[in-house]
């Protein structure tokens, strides 16, 4: 079993490195290989994707991811830019079936913004489609506006698309998912304005009649992202498209406590995966030794669980977290009154320790 080992930028290293301490502390059977991704591979290769980079994620059995970005490639031309890629991992992966599960731990109900009642006990799973929607719709770019609001004026396009089978197999995935869980999926879309969204929930009704024992429930982007902090815990299974999954998953970071606690998992349909923290590069905070490897570090818990037939080791990891937790250590982002602050290394150090 081979793990590719993609840390990328900013707070990307610090945290990967974390997670990478976790797992050899495991001693399981597996090679890990790290290479260069995003900003600091253009810096080194000349692209932020670079074909030995590309090459090596195409040929493990598991990719661990941390982040890319920073602002001072912003003014690159966009193929060069670190953010792509991750969507060019994504792409040439067919990683389609983004997870991002937010589980409120028990210990960090007091680190969210939110009131502890109504977070408490909370565990619901974003699954977001990733390969398709506007993010890689074609075509795109800036030309000259021959009608609307404003002919002749200078203007920006992007193309919001999905097919049939992009839908339906991730609708498959959801209804799968919530049998395991409460039974319930929430499809989230803008059917109401939008006609790729209207396809969107025709199919998915179309999918989920072949799953009769799992409830569906529609639900608009808009209202969706209002109940997410009214009434969390009424969510189960929340299925949505690539830019909704995005948005959504962040504000349901904030749900767990902080984005740092946020893990993820994308899968393809030969089940290998990218696993990643849902949260970027955190310029402001990179090299300061204070990011939270969490997310990271349940990332590769993830890992071990879908991709490396592991889980034992995976269930070992996330009780070493609850664990560290339960003994009061909290990086600043999960910082509250009569807590314990550390660092990222300490963080790691402490998860490794718990393992036992
Ligand atoms: P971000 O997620 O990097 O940061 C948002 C905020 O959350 C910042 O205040 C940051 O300090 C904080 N934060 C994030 N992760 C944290 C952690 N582990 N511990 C503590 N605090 C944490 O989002 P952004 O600032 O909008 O983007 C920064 C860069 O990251 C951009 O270049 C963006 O494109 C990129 N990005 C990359 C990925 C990815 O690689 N998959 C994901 C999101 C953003
Ligand atoms: C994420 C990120 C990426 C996305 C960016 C960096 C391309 O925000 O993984 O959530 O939008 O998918
Ligand atoms: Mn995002």
Not at 139 to 147: F, K, L, M, Q, S
Not at 320 to 336: E, F, M, N, W
Not at 347 to 354: C, I, L, T
Request: hydrophobic share 45%.
């Amino acid at each position: 079993m081979k793990i590719a080992v993609l840390p990328g930028d900013g707070i990307g290293t610090e945290i990967v490195a974390e997670a990478v301490k976790v797992l050899k502390a495991l001693d399981l059977k597996f090679e890990m290989e790290s290479a260069l991704v995003g900003g600091v591979a253009y810096d080194a290769h000349g692209h932020p994707l670079p074909e030995s980079t590309l090459q090596l994620a195409k040929e493990a059995d598991a990719i661990l991811f941390g982040a890319v970005g920073d602002w001072k490639y912003d003014k690159l031309d966009r193929p060069l830019r670190p953010e792509q890629a991750i969507l060019g991992l994504r792409k040439h992966l067919g990683l389609f079936a983004n997870f991002r599960p937010a589980i409120c731990y028990e210990q960090l109900v007091d680190a969210s913004s939110l009131k502890p009642e109504l977070i408490a006990g909370l565990d619901i799973l974003i699954i977001r489609e990733l390969t398709g929607d506007i993010y890689f719709g074609q075509p795109r770019g800036r030309r000259v506006a021959t009608d609307g609001h404003f002919p002749g004026a200078e203007e920006a396009f992007d193309t919001m698309r999905y097919s049939r089978p992009e839908i339906e197999r991730i609708a498959h995935v959801a209804f799968q998912a919530a049998r395991k869980r409460s039974k319930k999926v929430t499809s989230v879309d803008k059917a109401n304005v939008l006609e790729t969204f209207q396809f969107w929930k025709d199919v998915m009704t179309e999918v989920g009649q072949q799953y009769p024992d799992v409830e569906l429930q529609h639900m608009y982007v808009d209202n969706a992202a209002m109940q997410l902090v009214k009434a969390p815990k009424a969510f189960d299974v929340v299925v949505t498209g690539n830019m909704f999954g995005d948005i959504l998953s962040d504000e349901a970071s904030m749900l767990t406590g902080s984005i740092g606690m946020l893990p993820s998992a994308s899968l393809n349909s030969k089940n290998q995966g990218l696993y990643e923290p849902s949260h970027g590069s955190a310029p402001d905070i990179a090299g300061k030794g204070v990011a939270n490897p969490l997310a990271t570090i349940l990332s590769a818990a993830m890992m071990l669980r879908f991709s490396l037939n592991q889980e034992e080791a995976a269930q070992r990891i996330e009780a070493a977290v609850q664990k560290v937790l339960a003994q009061g250590l909290r990086t600043p982002d999960i910082y509250s009154e009569g807590t314990t602050k550390v660092g990222t290394a300490q963080m790691g150090d402490a998860v490794v320790k718990a393992l036992g």
